[in-house]
């Protein structure tokens, strides 16, 4: 059968052989190819609009809550039970420089103790809980056998280990990290087995299929894919991670965010509790904007 030939199908080998006609080449710029540019800016644009929208009707509703606090304060005409925002910013000014309490740190050097606090322990249990999800999805056996010790405690309040880590570990900064690390893993470990069952079974399967191992397949491949799930159960444990430090440094700490805002309290220092309030809230916008910047680059379908 190898020397059979067919007119027909010479002829339209001879037809797929000729040269391009205008607007038809692999550098030219056809009627087709026009639209779909033309269509695909059109989308980007209504993207950044929409973006914008977003982003100015959340500022208005921010502008709106700081004018409603402002009012009910003067009405109200009592600065320790609900402070001005102007009082309290002016009271942020004051002692982000200055000691509070007088033996204690700046304003600025709390927030860095918080923060590595939480940096540090956070870091910990998500590669901890990534790594035990890993492995809870590539085996039934370790599966089965760490579910129920997470599904256990996963429940359980962080804060309710405070006092066991200050016996077993004393009162420095380790039970504070381990804290953290605690409520993260959990958390962690059961989104990343979420977003690898997710995975769809062609692309593993593609994977083995070209010779690659069961290790390559999981890290390039499966936790790859589920890499955008994976940081939206960052976000989330992020959240739980600043409300574990703030509770136990209002408990068992002489520095950090928690602690001055307890010290603030006892000495109704009002003014000083809604700044520290505000500095948490602020810095915990900024790493969640860090978090959404890498969550664009793991999932290029959502950028504008």
């Given at each position: 059968?190898?020397?059979?030939?067919?007119?027909?199908?010479?002829?339209?080998?001879?037809?797929?052989?000729?040269?391009?006609?205008?607007?038809?080449?692999?550098?030219?710029?056809?009627?087709?190819?026009?639209?779909?540019?033309?269509?695909?800016?059109?989308?980007?644009?209504?993207?950044?609009r929409?973006?914008?929208?977003?982003?100015?009707?959340?500022?208005?509703?921010?502008?709106?809550?700081?004018?409603?606090?402002?009012?009910?304060?003067?009405?109200?005409?009592?600065?320790?039970?609900?402070?001005?925002?102007?009082?309290?910013?002016?009271?942020?000014?004051?002692?982000?420089?200055r000691?509070?309490?007088?033996?204690?740190?700046?304003?600025?050097?709390?927030?860095?103790?918080?923060?590595?606090?939480?940096?540090?322990?956070?870091?910990?249990?998500?590669?901890?809980?990534?790594t035990?999800?890993?492995?809870?999805?590539?085996?039934?056996?370790?599966r089965?056998?760490?579910?129920?010790?997470?599904?256990?405690?996963?429940?359980?309040?962080?804060?309710?280990?405070?006092?066991?880590?200050?016996?077993?570990?004393?009162?420095?900064?380790?039970?504070?990290?381990?804290?953290?690390?605690?409520?993260?893993?959990?958390?962690?470990?059961?989104?990343?087995?979420?977003?690898?069952?997710?995975?769809?079974d062609?692309?593993?399967?593609?994977?083995?299929?070209?010779?690659?191992?069961?290790?390559?397949?999981?890290?390039?491949?499966?936790?790859?894919?589920?890499?955008?799930?994976?940081?939206?159960?960052?976000?989330?444990?992020?959240?739980?991670?600043?409300?574990?430090?703030?509770?136990?440094?209002?408990?068992?700490?002489?520095?950090?965010?928690?602690?001055?805002?307890?010290?603030?309290?006892?000495?109704?220092?009002?003014?000083?509790?809604?700044?520290?309030?505000?500095?948490?809230?602020?810095?915990?916008?900024?790493?969640?904007?860090?978090?959404r910047?890498?969550l664009?680059?793991?999932?290029?379908?959502?950028?504008?």
């Amino acid at each position: 059968m190898s020397g059979w030939y067919s007119p027909h199908a010479g002829a339209a080998v001879i037809e797929d052989a000729r040269p391009p006609g205008p607007g038809h080449g692999p550098g030219s710029d056809g009627p087709g190819d026009l639209d779909d540019r033309a269509e695909l800016f059109a989308h980007r644009r209504a993207r950044r609009r929409a973006r914008t929208r977003r982003v100015a009707t959340g500022a208005a509703g921010i502008a709106g809550l700081l004018v409603l606090w402002q009012a009910a304060a003067m009405l109200l005409g009592d600065q320790v039970a609900l402070p001005s925002v102007s009082q309290t910013v002016a009271q942020f000014f004051h002692y982000l420089n200055r000691p509070y309490p007088a033996q204690g740190k700046p304003l600025w050097y709390d927030l860095y103790i918080s923060l590595r606090r939480i940096l540090i322990g956070f870091a910990i249990g998500v590669a901890g809980g990534v790594t035990l999800g890993s492995a809870m999805s590539a085996s039934r056996v370790v599966r089965h056998l760490i579910d129920p010790v997470i599904e256990i405690l996963r429940p359980l309040p962080p804060l309710a280990f405070i006092p066991l880590f200050i016996v077993w570990l004393g009162i420095g900064e380790t039970p504070k990290e381990v804290l953290i690390v605690v409520g993260v893993v959990p958390l962690m470990a059961v989104m990343t087995v979420a977003a690898l069952d997710e995975v769809p079974d062609d692309l593993r399967l593609c994977a083995r299929t070209l010779g690659a191992s069961r290790g390559y397949t999981l890290l390039h491949v499966q936790i790859r894919a589920a890499l955008p799930f994976i940081l939206t159960g960052m976000r989330l444990a992020m959240a739980g991670a600043w409300s574990s430090i703030v509770a136990v440094e209002m408990i068992a700490a002489t520095s950090g965010l928690g602690y001055v805002i307890q010290q603030a309290g006892d000495y109704l220092d009002t003014a000083l509790v809604f700044a520290g309030i505000l500095v948490i809230a602020i810095t915990a916008l900024v790493i969640d904007v860090g978090l959404r910047g890498l969550l664009l680059l793991a999932d290029p379908s959502r950028r504008g």
